[in-house]
């Protein structure tokens, strides 16, 4: 108990340390538990469909004007077309 009377004692006397060192730990806790959430929420945690080993992802490129465009996304009517002409998938 002597102990951490004089650890409250040296701690009081040098307020700036102390200052310091609480509000580096509280956002080395906050960035940790930020982080972990992000890290479980995208790579641990498994996706909440059927089989998510087995979703695929599709994208369009083009060329419009002399500039490859990559990474277009789907309109509904082209979904519609792809899902009805769909050979491969």
């Not at 650890?7 to 538990?33: P, S």
């Not at 996706?47 to 490129?61: K, N």
Request: proline share 7%.
């Amino acid at each position: 108990m002597k102990e951490i009377r004089y650890a409250l004692r040296g701690l009081r006397r040098n307020a700036g340390f102390t200052m310091a060192a609480v509000v580096t730990l509280a956002l080395g806790v906050g960035a940790t538990t930020a982080i972990f959430a992000v890290v479980n929420g995208v790579l641990i945690r498994p996706l909440p469909y059927p089989e998510p080993d087995r979703l695929i992802g599709v994208w369009h490129s083009a060329v419009f004007q002399g500039a490859a465009v990559n990474s277009m996304n789907f309109s509904p009517p082209m979904f519609v077309t792809y899902r009805d002409a769909n050979q491969t998938f």
